[in-house]
């Protein structure tokens, strides 16, 4: 059971922008430990995809972006492209767990 | 550029122990700011951390898989292993080995993940 909570899905059409949320608790987000962000497309290996709550990796493009706030966390996709439809997961670290890594529980975007 | 490879059986039986290894390619496990670490994801699931290893072999694992997870470090093979005791059919899932990097202000990502390898527990 997962600690830091996703919506199990998200949707747009092409060239919309979407969001996710990533909601922890003070012994993970709130507790000022960073954010990133992992995206998987449908058979590969997650990809890092956002470190640092709001850093992107060298060859990320700009329309991906994040940000945090107090026990939350949340990726934005501008300009949704037919390629960006995968899963995303947000990862953590939680205090209370014995210094355990966290997952979100993913979300689907799905381009309508 | 470093490479993760998972190797090991794809099919346990249940109450036997689960054994896998991580070879890392392309640069020396021992270098660096890095820890190594252990993921799974069931089929149509989501992703469920392990377990972590320092090259120093300190190690940090899940308190829910704690009591049957063993990591391990190899540094002259250049790999890291995991053994998950015990298993049964709810350890049916892809184990993906992982590099942690660390990213000055910005804490300890995931940044190079091997490509997964289905483990299935089944007599």
């Known amino acids: 059971q997962s600690v830091l909570t996703q919506p199990p899905s998200v949707s747009g059409a092409p060239g919309q922008r979407v969001t996710i949320s990533c909601t922890g608790s003070?012994?993970?987000?709130?507790?000022?430990?960073?954010v990133h962000w992992y995206q998987q497309l449908p058979g590969t290996a997650p990809k890092l995809l956002i470190y640092?709550?709001?850093n992107r990796p060298s060859g990320v493009p700009d329309r991906f972006s994040g940000s945090k706030s107090g026990t939350s966390a949340s990726l934005a996709i501008t300009g949704l492209q037919a390629e960006d439809e995968a899963d995303y997961y947000c990862q953590s670290y939680d205090s209370s767990l014995s210094g355990s890594d966290v997952f979100g529980t993913g979300t689907k975007v799905t381009v309508l | 550029q470093v490479q993760l490879q998972e190797s090991g059986p794809g099919l346990v039986k249940p109450s036997q122990t689960l054994s896998l290894t991580c070879t890392v390619s392309g640069g020396s496990i021992s270098s660096g700011s890095y820890y190594w670490s252990w993921i799974r994801q069931p089929a149509g699931k989501g992703l469920e951390w392990i377990g972590r290893?320092?090259?120093?072999?300190?190690?940090n694992y899940n308190p829910s898989l704690k009591s049957r997870v063993t990591i391990s470090v190899d540094t002259s093979k250049n790999q890291f292993s995991l053994k998950l005791s015990s298993v049964t059919a709810a350890d049916t899932a892809v184990y993906y080995c992982a590099r942690v990097s660390y990213y000055d202000s910005s804490g300890y990502a995931f940044d190079i993940w091997g490509q997964g390898t289905m483990v299935t527990v089944s007599s």
């Open positions: 003070s012994s993970n987000i709130g507790a000022g430990y960073d």
């Open positions: 290893i320092y090259t120093s072999g300190s190690t």
């Open positions: 640092g709550n709001s």
